[in-house]
T-cell receptor
Framework: EDQVTQSPEALRLQEGESSSLNCSYT??????LFWYRQDPGKGPEFLFT???AGEEKEKERLKATLTKKESFLHITAPKPEDSATYLC???????????FGTGTKLQVIP | NAGVMQNPRHLVRRRGQEARLRCSPM?????VYWYRQLPEEGLKFMVY????????ESGMPKERFSAEFPKEGPSILRIQQVVRGDSAAYFC?????????????FGPGTRLLVL
């Protein structure tokens, strides 16, 4: 069974203080990895899809990287509006059954 | 281009009543997924549907829960005889038809509260 573990569970940063979120996964065969952002009371918002080890993608202050066992979401010079829960997920065989981690709750303080 | 739509956004039911949650996928998307999110827990897959077909319902409880995606109209997640443990946020996601893995786009969710 696919497993996704995210760490830390919660992270508090000062505005401008860069950091990284970790997502470790165990899958029978890597078919990709998704990152989502979820704000309180809302649905997950798609950020990135990574398909193979070594792949990197960037969007504004966020950069996602992928290795054979884990993915990192790097946040450079975060702003208060980056505060949210960041979710990592992997698709199962056939892609439809996606397994999510429990997320990292990020708080950026002005 | 409207995103995934879900309604109602909030639903209150008493124990034993039925709950019906509706989901309209993004335009051009033919795959619909339902997930449940309990407080402080991750999203859990429930069911995957295409038009008029249930493809994978391995995450859905076998009793009281059912889902459909008719040829016309939205996808429906139906919970019969609700219990307090059914209180959760239910999210619908959709993706386009593709040979390869496609990103799932989520709706705003329906928050079900069972009294």
């Amino acid at each position: 069974e696919d497993q996704v573990t995210q760490s830390p569970e919660a992270l508090r940063l000062q505005e401008g203080e860069s950091s990284s979120l970790n997502c470790s996964y165990t899958v029978s065969g890597l078919r990709g990895l998704f990152w989502y952002r979820q704000d309180p009371g809302k649905g997950p918002e798609f950020l990135f899809t990574l398909y193979s080890a070594g792949e990197e993608k960037e969007k504004e202050r966020l950069k996602a990287t992928l290795t054979k066992k884990e993915s990192f979401l790097h946040i450079t010079a975060p702003k208060p509006e980056d505060s949210a829960t960041y979710l990592c997920a992997v698709p199962g065989r056939g892609y439809q059954k996606v397994t999510f981690g429990t997320g990292t709750k990020l708080q950026v303080i002005p | 281009n409207a995103g995934v739509m879900q309604n109602p956004r909030h639903l209150v039911r008493r124990r034993g009543q039925e709950a019906r949650l509706r989901c309209s996928p993004m335009k051009g998307h033919s795959h619909v997924y339902w997930y449940r999110q309990l407080p402080e827990e991750g999203l859990k897959f429930m069911v995957y549907l295409q038009k008029e077909n249930i493809i994978d319902e391995s995450g859905m409880p076998k009793e009281r829960f059912s889902a459909e995606f008719p040829k016309e109209g939205p996808s429906i997640l139906r919970i019969q005889q609700v219990v307090r443990g059914d209180s959760a946020a239910y999210f619908c996601a959709s993706s386009p038809l593709s040979e390869h893995g496609e990103t799932q786009y989520f709706g705003p969710g329906t928050r079900l509260l069972v009294l």
